[in-house]
């Protein structure tokens, strides 16, 4: 299996700023695409941004201008620095990464992995 952590989340005011970060972990594995999600109360989640290992980049219209994902193939990390927050980012923000998992048992698995969320908050 692959293990996401995240961190970085809290309570900003309106214009502030954030760094959210999630590091994948695991016995055997292998990670394509990171990408981060959120969820608001009472509506679907959805992307944000994501990242493929060739650091190919994908923005919700709604943050482009405003975030910025990146990554670090070598430690499996994934950062979104969310700069400008409206009221409207607040949510639970997911770590997702894709890719595969090897088991003794079953050998490579594919897999679509998921952090535990992080809470953002942006009030005044």
């Known amino acids: 299996q692959v293990q996401l952590v995240e961190s970085g989340g809290g309570l900003v005011q309106p214009g502030g700023s954030l760094r959210l970060s999630c590091a994948a972990s695991?016995?055997?594995?292998?990670?394509?695409?990171m990408g981060w999600y959120r969820q608001a109360p009472g509506k679907q989640r959805e992307l944000v941004a994501a990242i493929t290992s060739g650091s190919s980049t994908n923005y919700a219209d709604s943050v482009k201008g405003r975030f910025t994902i990146s990554r670090d193939n070598a430690k499996n990390t994934v950062s979104l620095q969310m700069n400008s927050l409206k009221p409207e980012d607040t949510a639970v923000y997911y770590c997702?990464?894709?890719?595969?998992?090897?088991?003794?048992?079953?050998?490579?698995?594919?897999?679509?992995?998921w952090g535990q969320g992080t809470q953002v908050t942006v009030s005044s």
């Open positions: 997702n990464a894709k890719g595969a998992h090897y088991a003794p048992t079953t050998g490579w698995l594919q897999g679509d992995y």
């Open positions: 695991g016995s055997v594995f292998s990670i394509n695409a």
